[in-house]
């Protein structure tokens, strides 16, 4: 229906008139829907379209509604969006919020952040993955935001680790005073004239040296070689032993110990 005044004449209380369909306001004397994701606003004396608040949009109505979980609006945009991997949805009417460090989201969407799961980390808020432990450490928990370094006397080897029991020992005829070592190339050898007979040891104290009659020629010895018949060594530590056909005769009624006769 036309509403019509005097002489055939447009009714001038028409353009007075306020529209009824939700988001939709006057322009001149017809009604339109408002632009999302603006909805109509009314004032006791002026009706326009403003825009939905923020982490709300215009629904099939035309009016103004919350984002559905796992979606948000900042002013300006269109419509809502998913959650962006490395946030979730924390409440109707918020923002997406970032992953929290030792959490995770992987997918659009996600209204829950998950934790990383033990032999991983993530370190930084906002991760869409984990990051699996490197060799040369372990973690033992899930909800990680650091992995923790392979303990001193050894070794660990694998990456995305999730216990200690990855640990392996240096051998005997070596140490390893470092933390975080990823293979055997980090246990020092003992060096001559010293030997270590236990596994796992993580100091160069580990290494005694040899007691005299013994010696040890090489790097990484773990038990000092008696010296053998004809051959001596009175001091500690030392790495050779020496010919007893270099000793002077013993005077008469003496003899020395260690030397047999050749």
């Not at 306001?25 to 403003?50: D, F, K, N, Q, W």
């Not at 899930?142 to 070794?155: I, L, R």
């Not at 140490?175 to 796992?200: D, F, H, R």
Request: aromatic letters at 4%.
């Amino acid at each position: 229906d036309v509403v019509v005044g005097n002489d055939g004449a447009a009714n001038q209380l028409l353009s007075a008139i306020l529209c009824t369909d939700p988001g939709s306001t006057r322009i001149g004397r017809a009604c339109y829907l408002c632009p999302s994701p603006m909805s109509r606003r009314v004032s006791p004396s002026v009706e326009v379209c403003v825009e939905c608040d923020a982490q709300h949009q215009v629904d099939f109505s035309g009016q103004c509604v919350p984002c559905t979980p796992g979606f948000e609006r900042r002013l300006g945009e269109p419509a809502c969006s998913q959650c962006a991997p490395g946030t979730r949805w924390p409440a109707a009417g918020a923002a997406c919020a970032a992953c929290s460090p030792g959490t995770y989201a992987h997918v659009n969407g996600s209204v829950l952040c998950f934790e990383c799961a033990a032999g991983s980390y993530s370190s930084l808020s906002g991760a869409a993955v984990c990051t699996a432990c490197s060799a040369g450490t372990y973690s033992s928990e899930s909800h990680a935001t650091e992995c923790t370094s392979c303990p001193t006397g050894g070794w660990c080897p694998e990456a995305g680790a999730s216990s200690a029991l990855v640990f392996r020992p240096c051998m005997v005829g070596t140490y390893n005073p470092n933390t975080g070592a990823e293979s055997n190339a980090s246990c020092l050898a003992c060096p001559p004239g010293k030997a270590n007979l236990v596994p796992g040891s993580d100091d160069v104290s580990a290494c005694k040296p040899c007691h005299p009659g013994s010696h040890a020629p090489n790097n990484g010895t773990d038990v000092c070689v008696l010296c053998p018949i004809g051959a001596y060594q009175d001091a500690s530590g030392e790495t050779a032993c020496e010919s007893c056909s270099d000793l002077d005769d013993c005077a008469v009624g003496q003899y020395r110990a260690g030397c047999s006769a050749i």
